[in-house]
């Protein structure tokens, strides 16, 4: 952080957003403790799939998380388990359709506790065309009745493990952006990034290189 300072002193975000779940472990809470308590001034933000938000919750606010983002991708675990083929809670794996339901209800639970201790919560749906587009109002609704504040919706990016699916068009992009509108402002200004990203968005380039000495090859959904 403090090279990141010595580089574009301009910043006044930091976040944590992958790759991997920040809260799987404890690494991203520390790193948030250690720079609230030396830069308090800084916004500090984390991205999470929220399986362990609820449990978590009052420690990631002590750390200085100001705002959270929660992906979700569906609320129907029907639709959600086409999706998510597995989590692992509590050092149990667990798979399918009870897997999918175990997650909406630790999404919606932590979502509900993280916005009543003060935090401004965004959802990031992921758009899979043919999968969740039907759910996306529904995603909207029901994470607006536990308290987010905002929606962003992002086209899909097929990686190397999922040849059979297929970004949405601008058409199918609008549409639901449209759709989530009605329960949910939607955040219209995201340009996906790695998750190593340093810099000021549009404003300069990106000194990830210079931070960390070495070209990264980390992506983040958030």
């Known amino acids: ?23 799987a472990t404890d690494h991203a809470l520390e790193a948030f403790e250690l720079i609230h308590e030396k830069y308090p001034e800084l916004i500090n933000c984390l991205s999470t ?23 979700v991708n569906a609320v129907n675990p029907k639709v959600l388990q086409n999706i998510c083929s597995y989590i692992v809670y509590n050092n149990q794996y667990l798979t399918g359709e009870y897997a999918a339901r175990w997650l909406v209800l630790a999404q919606l639970a932590g979502i509900e506790k993280i916005a009543k201790l003060g935090a401004v919560v965004k959802i990031n749906t992921v758009l899979i065309p043919g999968v969740n587009d039907s759910e996306i109002g529904e995603i909207a609704r029901v994470t ?6 905002l929606i962003n919706i992002i086209p899909l ?21 449209q759709t989530a509108e009605k329960y949910l402002p939607v955040f219209r200004h995201c340009r996906q990034c790695r998750a190593d990203a340093c810099g000021i968005p549009g404003a300069g380039e990106d000194l990830a290189g210079k931070l960390y000495g070495r070209s990264e090859s980390t992506f983040s959904h958030g």
């Open 1 to 23: 952080m403090e090279r990141a300072l010595e580089l574009c002193p301009q910043l006044t975000v930091v976040g944590v957003a992958g790759p991997g779940d920040t809260l």
């Open 49 to 71: 799939n929220g399986l362990m938000l609820r449990e978590k919750a009052d420690r990631v606010i002590a750390a200085g998380v100001k705002t959270v983002t929660v992906t």
């Open 144 to 149: 607006a009745g536990v308290g987010a504040s």
């Open 157 to 177: 990016i097929p990686q190397h493990d999922m040849e059979k699916s297929r970004p949405p068009d601008c058409r199918e992009l609008n549409t639901a952006r």
